[in-house]
């Protein structure tokens, strides 16, 4: 099982849509939680750290559920900018702290 | 300010040859990481420096790889003999000293091993 799980997509949604992407880490003693988004030749860029209580940021929320260890996160009144690739990220922390964990990415289209 | 630099930008190079990748991280940032990412592939941790503490090698995927940090500043990544399947683009980060602080990425260095 890979330690970071995600739904590759593509996703490809109308201007305007809601659309949510879900995660899964298996090592229940990850400590923190990030969303990076990557444009196509670019570096990931952080888009939002997740926080236990759920946290928003303008257009976009992000929900951590540790008892499923579950990450999503949701793009609502979707723009032609918001197509990329989405990562889920994970530091386990502890020993291994700095060491991020990137799941494969969910790659989402936005069109007219 | 100024973000985490990379150098070069795209290395092209013959099987067998030995290759240097340099990182500058962000001024302040005491916590450097290199990170590969191969095409179709999600981001592979490859090795991290904080301080002055012995780094993370654990990433590194064979004895070819090593990297140094010089002056807790610039990194150097090494990849000596290189493979084919040593292409791939490799991501510099850097973070302020607390283990769980955000990551910044350089834009990467694209090797290709012909």
């Known amino acids: 099982r890979k330690e970071v799980e995600q739904d590759p997509g593509p996703f490809n949604v109308p201007e305007g849509a809601t659309v949510a992407f879900n995660c899964t880490y298996s090592?229940?003693?990850?400590?923190?939680f990030f969303w990076y988004r990557q444009d196509c030749r670019k570096e990931p860029k952080l888009l939002m750290s997740v926080y236990s209580s759920g946290n928003e940021d303008g257009r976009f929320t992000a929900q951590l559920n540790r008892a499923s260890q579950y990450i999503s996160l949701l793009i609502r009144d979707s723009k032609l900018s918001d197509s990329a690739t989405y990562l889920c990220?994970?530091?386990?922390?502890?020993?291994?702290?700095?060491?991020?964990?990137f799941g494969q990415g969910t790659i989402l289209t936005v069109h007219p | 300010g100024a973000g985490v630099s990379q150098s070069p930008s795209n290395k092209v190079t013959e099987k067998g040859k030995d290759v240097e990748l340099r990182c500058d991280p962000i001024s302040g940032h005491t916590a450097l990481y290199w990170y590969r990412q191969s095409l179709g592939q999600g981001l592979e941790f490859l090795i991290y420096f904080q301080g002055n503490s012995a780094p993370d090698k654990s990433g590194l995927p064979s004895d070819r790889f090593s990297a140094e940090r010089t002056g807790g500043s610039v990194s150097t990544l090494t990849i000596q003999r290189t493979q084919q399947e040593d292409s791939a683009v490799y991501l510099c980060?850097?973070?302020?000293?607390?283990?769980?602080?955000?990551?910044?990425f350089g834009p990467g260095t694209r090797l290709l091993v012909l």
């Open positions: 980060a850097s973070s302020l000293w607390t283990s769980l602080a955000t990551q910044y």
């Open positions: 090592n229940s003693a990850s400590q923190s």
């Open positions: 990220v994970v530091n386990v922390g502890g020993t291994s702290y700095g060491k991020l964990t």
